[in-house]
């Protein structure tokens, strides 16, 4: 069975001859971006080449927490939860989000160590997240086997479902005045006195003055097309996932425990998968940014996979340039749908019934996988492109994107109005990865 059914959203007939931005790309980033847009009063247009969130937006734990993240990232995501708080009535729409906590357990004096040493970087924020004692822990769950040392519980995180957030965001953004546009894979742009004029999709030119790019794991293929040496990189890092049948008995709060991680659905069941396993194929571009990714290797080489196989040929014999009266890439995949490893899968259920022993008549539903989008530093790239004026990207979220999406998208709608931003994008910015800036790994992807 191929990916998570997504909330249908059913495209514009008409191509808007020009607007003021183009969007390109129609998960959680996207969409988040182009409703900021819409809300402000521009003219926008997105350009999906499959269906609204049918890649990694849909694909993803739907978590939405400050928990363990970057410290870079910590303001957006603060940002981002105020926003997901209010996204229901704002779309008027149902997206899942529900306060419920989450707890990442401290099985090693290293762990409560660093989850210790994280928490300061809280200081001077009203959010309730604390360490646990092991008591505390199997106080909270009395029915579960896990018994660690310590665990980090953020009470103000929360979770939504990532088969209708996206959706919800678009059909508010186009009730706002914005085409969405599906099966409309962008080829390229036009620029004009050096400027971004247009962008050329399969169903014709679209004038505009302004274009985000937020095409996910696609992002890097598309800069590397332009005639502009743009250095954005950019690996894919497969994760598989499996949903059970609605279930009771088991954690109401999401739960990493290494082995598995956990998260209750909107329907009852839950969504499991591999906490540390992550799969990234051996591709072209392993090499092309190899030296990039020396930080990220040398953090993570516990949770990456290195796999070699049929995907290195068939990303091998996708084109670098093509004419944009032609068919592009991207018309010839309209959805990432990668097979998942059923293996990684299957031991993080079996893992999460051994802690949850309420949790062994479960049923799985269904398994699926999803490509992240990852760079060297874990943190998303949200930034003008210097060598392209009115081009800007928000991408790389580098498995993040899903929770820090609302505010995301309303940081690049800051850049591309030059407003105020929201939060200092400095951190985000694409010349990190060529100015000599030190590239560091300080969380994880």
Known sequence: MP????VPVHGDAELPAEVDVVVIGGGIIGVSTTLELAEAGQRVALCEKGGIGHEQSSRNWGWVRVARRDPREIPLVLEARRIW???NARTGRDTGYEQAGIIFNADKESE???????????????????????????SMFPHSRLRPAAALHCADDGRAEPQKAAPAIAERARECGAHILIECAARGIETSGGETSAVVTERGRIRCRAVVLAGGAWSEMFTRSLDADIHLPQLKVKNSVLRTEPHD???????????????KRQDGGYTIASGLGNIVDIVPASFRYARDFVPAL???????????????????????????????PFEYCRVLDPKPSRKLADMAMASARKAFPSLASAKVAQRWAGYIDATPDAIPVISGVAKIPGFYI????SGHGFGIGPAAGRLAADLVLNRKPVVDPKDFRLERFVDGSKIELLSGY
């Open 3 to 6: 990916g998570p059914f997504v």
């Open 85 to 87: 708080r209010g996204l």
């Open 249 to 263: 008995g088991g954690p109401e709060q999401a739960i990493w425990a290494g082995d598995f991680a956990i998260r």
């Open 112 to 138: 409560r160590a660093y989850y210790e040493k994280w928490l300061t970087h809280l200081d001077g924020h009203e959010v309730d997240c604390r360490m646990l004692t092991g008591a505390e822990f199997a």
């Open 298 to 328: 040398r953090a993570e080489w516990r949770s990456l996979m290195l796999r070699a196989g049929w995907r290195f040929l068939d990303e091998a014999r996708m084109p670098r340039r093509w004419d944009l009266d032609e068919p592009s």
């Open 394 to 397: 928000a991408t790389g979220f």
